[in-house]
């Protein structure tokens, strides 16, 4: 089993930016307790861009490669992108948005998601822990069923 977890701009500053929102933990540090969960049931490759082509190249990738699952915090493309909206669509892999904040608390320009509609799931407000619930997702669901 193989899972992508991709994060949006911004995010490679987790840790630093705004953490009275985001917390104190760095990027690292999330992808590192995805390792250690996955341990030998599945294989994690993390992947962070501040760019949204980028973002949109990964997906394709993954569909490509048969990934099980994609986990993906597309920041604040998550309020801007149709592009990213229409890769997830197109792709046959299942996909779950991730964000650390609670962005139904937050600006109301933040309040809509161009991507959800074609996601399996979204995961909203439950800080770092978001990551790791959609994770576990896919490790309970394994390779057939999501
Ligand atoms: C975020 C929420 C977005 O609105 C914001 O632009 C981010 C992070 C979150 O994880 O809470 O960069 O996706």
């Not at 917390?23 to 996955?38: M, S």
């Not at 980028?54 to 986990?71: F, K, M, N, R, S």
């Amino acid at each position: 089993m193989k899972v992508l977890v991709l994060n949006g701009p911004n995010l490679n500053r987790l840790g630093k930016r705004e953490p009275h929102i985001y917390g104190y933990e760095t990027l690292q540090d999330v992808e590192q307790r995805l390792h250690d969960i996955a341990g030998e049931k599945a294989t994690i490759i993390c992947k962070q861009s501040n760019h949204e082509g980028q973002l949109v190249d990964w997906l394709h990738e993954a569909a490509d490669e048969q990934y099980t699952g994609i986990i993906i915090n597309p920041a604040a493309y998550t309020h801007t992108s149709i592009a990213l909206h229409d890769a997830i669509a197109g792709i046959d892999v299942p996909v779950i948005e991730v964000h650390i904040s609670n962005v139904h608390k937050r600006e109301a320009f933040r309040h809509h998601s161009y991507l959800a509609p074609a996601c399996l799931g979204q995961i909203v407000g439950l800080g770092t822990f978001g990551y790791e619930l959609a994770l576990r997702t896919f490790l309970e669901k394994g390779e057939t069923s999501c």
